[in-house]
Nanobody, 114 residues
Framework: VQLVESGGGLVQPGGSLRLSCAAS????????MTWNRQAPGKERELVAR????????YTADSVRGRFTISRDNAKNTVYLQMNSLKPEDTAVYYC????????WGEGTQVIVSS
């Protein structure tokens, strides 16, 4: 069972990034998925959640209207489109299975800075 995040990097405020999470080792289409982030010195927090069909989504207040979660069940991949990035979005971003969760992967670093 594995989750591999990618797509992070350094971006200027106002910029965009698209994160990807490739899942393997379980039946991806049977589970909701989440994106989470952990900023330096802070607890990990939920950013977005998506249901098994991709129709039902949730995004945290702090990113609503700027971030969009989506999934491709044929590719066993969940995405996080991040627009209008702010310095406070700087964090390591992790995906996970909604329930039951899996051990955390390595995440992908996002740095928003000019």
């Amino acid at each position: 069972v594995q989750l591999v995040e990618s797509g992070g990097g350094l971006v200027q405020p106002g910029g965009s990034l698209r994160l990807s999470c490739a899942a393997s080792g379980f039946t991806f289409s049977n589970f909701g998925m989440t994106w989470n982030r952990q900023a330096p010195g802070k607890e990990r927090e939920l950013v977005a959640r998506i249901g098994i069909s991709g129709i039902t989504t949730y995004t945290a207040d702090s990113v609503r209207g700027r971030f969009t979660i989506s999934r491709d069940n044929a590719k066993n991949t969940v995405y996080l489109q991040m627009n209008s990035l702010k310095p406070e979005d700087t964090a390591v971003y992790y995906c996970n299975r909604d329930f039951p969760p899996l051990p955390w992967g390595e995440g992908t670093q996002v740095i928003v800075s000019s």
